[in-house]
């Protein structure tokens, strides 16, 4: 095939060539990761070294400036993470996975969601702990957006490369300049959270991990029993602040940051988030023996976060659902967090309370669709009901697949509304034993999920018109 004859083809290769640099330049961190403690270097120098000579190769191969429209940032973007995840296998794959139980590692750790293939996690490499995280860590803010601040990407591609991964607000009006400073209120906020967990108990090398793991919202833990083997009140406080750190939007942590002290009660989805927290504690603390579990678990689905203080195993249908339906509430828009996002909820609560005032109240009677003093246009009504619409269809889908495949109805809601949330937390299906199937089922979920939902049906519907037609022959 030729690329002459797909413009929109060598327009996306093109455009991933910047994404393959780099990742091969964020590997050389678990690469000095990987000497420090005295480990295999080779799966790190092949991540570092194959998407920079893949970078570098298509470079020269595609020169010229590239037109990049909306949907070249968004295929862009949906394979990014499929690339990213292939490549992020392998050094799984060196240490004895298999290539789909290491996709689905890496899968889960680029997507921020924190299921987990390794059931004995504390037997495993310490630079394989570090690479899971640290793709966590990357992936919670993105990997374009970090491309775009390396390459000091400006103008309209980048522009569209940034809306293809979920982000629509900007701190300052230049995007490079909002992107920078998300990245320094992101690397504040980490060095913080690294000594918080130092000063409540853990080794250096364990609050790397989990500061990396808690801002992304993303799960992994270098202990077997994660936060609940940890046994301390100290770390699930630390684990609480940073997790709802994490999930708040970006735009008012800037506004903290700059004298608006009072932003986090003032935003709508903040506020929101807060007291859906608090509920969801209160109800789960109705079955849990414990109240801090409660409020710890909570916060960890709400937030999307993944972390666990609990025994998943043993609770009740009731405590189940509950945390399913946190987990598809999610986290705030313009976080690090996944899933519906809450401000998604609240206009779609907004438009059927404006939906029965129509119906009850007289006909040239005007209502003003607002929230939070801003008015609500058609488009901005639409797309959140479109968009829950779609999430919820996927997800059913994939119960069902589940279903199918022989697992409890409960469990299966419960998994699947982790995976497609970018959540992490498991009742006990996700594993190695899981059927191949299903791990194929979250992988998707977990793609789909961090992505929303838009650049992966582009993608589709792109690959089915790329398919060449068939030239019909003249009969004579």
């Known amino acids: 095939m030729s690329l002459e004859k797909h413009p929109d083809l060598k327009v996306i290769i093109q455009s991933l060539s910047m994404i393959f640099i780099v990742i091969g330049v964020l ?23 194959i998407p ?3 970078g570098v190769a298509i470079e020269l191969l595609f020169k010229g400036e590239i037109e990049l429209q909306v949907k070249h940032a968004a295929i862009a973007a949906a394979l990014t993470y499929l690339l990213a995840s292939a490549l992020g296998a392998l050094p799984f794959m060196y240490y004895g ?21 390794i059931a004995d996690v504390e037997s495993m490499p310490r630079s394989i702990l570090f690479w899971r995280s640290f793709m966590q860590w990357l992936g919670g803010v993105g ?46 906020y980490t060095v913080l959270g690294i000594l918080l967990y130092y000063v409540a108990g853990m080794s250096v090398f364990d609050s790397v991990n989990h500061t990396m793991a808690a801002l992304s919202t993303g799960g992994f833990s270098t202990n077997n029993l994660n936060i609940q083997g940890f046994n301390s009140l100290g770390v699930e406080v630390v684990s609480i602040f940073l997790m709802l750190l994490g999930a708040t939007n970006f735009l008012v942590h800037y506004k903290v940051l700059t004298g608006n002290r009072l932003a986090f009660l003032k935003d709508i989805e903040a ?160 594993g190695a034993s899981l059927h191949p199937v299903g791990k194929l089922v979250l992988i998707f979920g977990m793609w789909i999920g961090r992505l929303e939902i838009i650049p992966v049906l582009i993608l589709a519907q792109s690959i089915l018109k790329i398919k060449p037609k068939k030239k019909s022959k003249d009969i004579l």
């Open 271 to 430: 506020r929101t988030m807060y007291i859906l927290a608090f509920a969801g504690a209160v109800a789960l603390s109705l079955k849990m023996p414990s109240v801090r579990g409660a409020l710890f678990q909570s916060v960890s689905a709400l937030t999307t976060t993944g972390f666990g203080s609990i025994n998943f195993t043993v609770l009740d249908d009731f405590s189940k659902l509950l945390m399913s339906f946190l987990m598809i509430a999610g986290a705030s828009t313009g976080s690090t967090g996944g899933a519906l996002k809450i401000i998604r909820l609240i206009i779609v609560v907004k438009l059927i309370f404006w939906w029965i005032q129509e119906k009850i109240l007289p006909e040239h009677a005007v209502i003003t669709r607002r929230i939070s003093g801003v008015e609500l246009s058609d488009a901005d009504l639409e797309e959140p009901a479109i968009y829950l619409l779609l999430y919820l269809f996927i997800f059913s889908m994939g119960v069902l697949i589940f279903v199918y495949l022989g697992y409890p109805t409960i469990d299966s809601i419960f998994e699947v509304a982790s995976a497609q949330g970018d959540v992490g937390l498991s009742v006990g299906l996700t």
């Open 143 to 188: 990997v374009i957006v970090l491309m775009l601040v390396i390459l000091a990407g400006t103008g309209s591609a980048a522009s569209k490369l940034y809306q293809a991964e979920a982000r629509k607000d900007r701190l300052k009006p230049r995007l490079l300049s909002t992107v920078r400073l998300i990245w320094w209120i992101y690397i504040i």
């Open 27 to 49: 590997a050389v961190v678990p690469l000095i990761v990987t000497a420090y403690y005295n480990e295999a270097l080779t799966p790190f120098v092949l991540i570092s070294v």
């Open 97 to 117: 996975m298999g290539f789909l139980d290491s996709f689905f590692e890496a899968m889960s750790g680029w997507t921020t969601t924190g299921l987990s293939m």
């Open 52 to 54: 920079i000579l893949l």
